[in-house]
Structures are given as C-alpha cells and as structure tokens.
C-alpha cells in the first residue's frame, strides 16, 4: 500500500508559479517511479510529468514542457512539480500517482498507475 497526499495548490495569476508537493507513505518510495496528472471540469484525466525512481529521468507532457519540472527527494519521501509561467488553461485538479511496477519505464497512461492522492486545486486567473 502505497499514501499519497499532495499540497501546494492553489489561486495565481496567469504567468505566476507553484510549486505542488507530494508526500508518500507506505512502500520503499525510493523503488518506484512517481507522476502528475491534472483533470479539468469537464475533461478527461491527462498526464503532466513522471520521474524515475532515482531522479535521473524525466518524462512530460508538450503542454508543460520547458515550463514544468518534476523532481523527488527520496530522502524525504516527496516528489514536487514547480510550475512556472502559468496559463490559464493550466487550471485543474492536480493528481500525484505512484507506479509501482513499470521499472525503468516513465509511462503516462493513467491505467499504469497504482495508487493516487486525494488532488489539489490549481487556479490560474487571466
């Protein structure tokens, strides 16, 4: 079993930054790679970013590219998304998931996934 809760989210103008967190309980955090996905009202879930276990590589979606960056600190159990230059259609529920069983793999379909945090609400405002 693996808990996620993520924190961070919240109300910014268009071209400001967060910066989402994610905290992880449960199985060895170190042995798995982790993701963001985010979900608008209205639209299907979507991937965002995935790390590899060890940090070495990174996986993202062209919509957040070169504005995105995922990172983890295994010390600390944690996998965070700085978001910068926010658009307004950036606006959803942001989703952490943890896939246990893709080894070397960063995989961005969210049937991949094993285990999900509760989300946090990102805003953006033009």
């Known amino acids: 079993q693996v808990q996620l809760v993520e924190s961070g989210g919240g109300l910014v103008q268009a071209g400001g930054s967060l910066r989402l967190s994610c905290a992880a309980s449960g199985r060895t955090f170190s042995r798995y790679a982790m993701g963001w996905f985010r979900q608008a009202p209205g639209k299907e879930r979507e991937f965002v970013a995935a790390i590899s276990w060890s940090g070495g590589s990174t996986y993202y979606a062209d919509s957040v590219k070169g504005r995105f960056t995922i990172s983890r600190d295994n010390a600390k159990n944690t996998v965070y998304l700085q978001m910068n230059s926010l658009k307004p259609e950036d606006t959803a529920v942001y989703y952490c998931?943890?896939?246990?069983?893709?080894?070397?793999?960063?995989?961005?379909?969210?049937?991949?996934?094993?285990?999900w945090g509760q989300g946090t609400q990102v805003t953006v405002s033009s």
């Open positions: 998931a943890a896939d246990l069983w893709g080894g070397t793999l960063l995989r961005r379909g969210a049937l991949e996934y094993d285990y």
